[in-house]
T-cell receptor, first 116, second 110 residues
């Protein structure tokens, strides 16, 4: 089954304890992206990757790191989480068109993170 | 960046009613997606529609890119249609970015 998976689905942690949220897709998509969703602010893009070893900042990258060493995986790293990073996180993936623009995005199930 | 405005922000429907949700955007777009976020938080793809009209069961969508808007029609609404509906245009100026609207919260009552 074609899908985007995220782990963990739920995580409660404490301030300053490094964590990684994994994202994996099995559709051979070039493009992957991370979003966070907060009440009243909607979904905002954190980082995206147009292909392996190519990443770029979205609208809210502060406090996050990403890497794209393989096509299928795009982990989100919080080196020193803070309470303002408490949020619902979504990973997404998409094919890229020959023109470079992206196709339909498919989303993972979400990771609900609480930082105490 | 592209500005996205969805209306109405909230909608309460009685089961069986029809409704139209609107998405206005400020810039040229390559494509546009509509999503439904169910009460459990899951984002479900509804439509990928750069222009024209598509239908999927009781739902249909129309995008008029030249006039910078898209419409989502819900017919014969059911309680399972409750949730938040987002539109997300793909701007021609920003290859990697998808800009979401604030969403329309829909509640369908029995």
């Amino acid at each position: 089954e074609a899908q985007v998976t995220q782990n963990p689905r739920y995580l409660i942690t404490v301030t300053g304890k490094k964590l990684t949220v994994t994202c994996s897709q099995n559709m051979n998509h070039e493009y992957m992206s991370w979003y966070r969703q907060d009440p009243g602010l909607g979904l905002r893009q954190i980082y995206y990757s147009m292909n392996v070893e190519v990443t770029d900042k979205g609208d809210v990258p502060e406090g996050y790191k990403v890497s794209r060493k393989e096509k299928r995986n795009f982990p989100l790293i919080l080196e020193s989480p803070s309470p303002n990073q408490t949020s619902l996180y979504f990973c997404a993936s998409s094919l890229r068109q020959p023109s470079g623009s992206i196709n339909e995005q498919f989303f993972g199930p979400g990771t609900r993170l609480t930082v105490l | 960046g592209i500005q996205v405005e969805q209306s109405p922000p909230d909608l309460i429907l009685q089961e069986g009613a029809n409704s139209t949700l609107r998405c206005n955007f400020s810039d040229s777009v390559n494509n546009l997606q509509w999503f439904h976020q169910n009460p459990w938080g899951q984002l479900i793809n509804l439509f990928y529609i750069p222009s024209g009209t598509k239908q999927n069961g009781r739902l249909s969508a129309t995008t008029v890119a030249t006039e910078r808007y898209s419409l989502l029609y819900i017919s014969s609404s059911q309680t399972t249609d409750s949730g938040v509906y987002f539109c997300a245009p793909h701007s021609t100026d920003s290859w990697g970015k998808l800009q979401f609207g604030a969403g329309t919260q829909v509640v369908v009552t029995p």
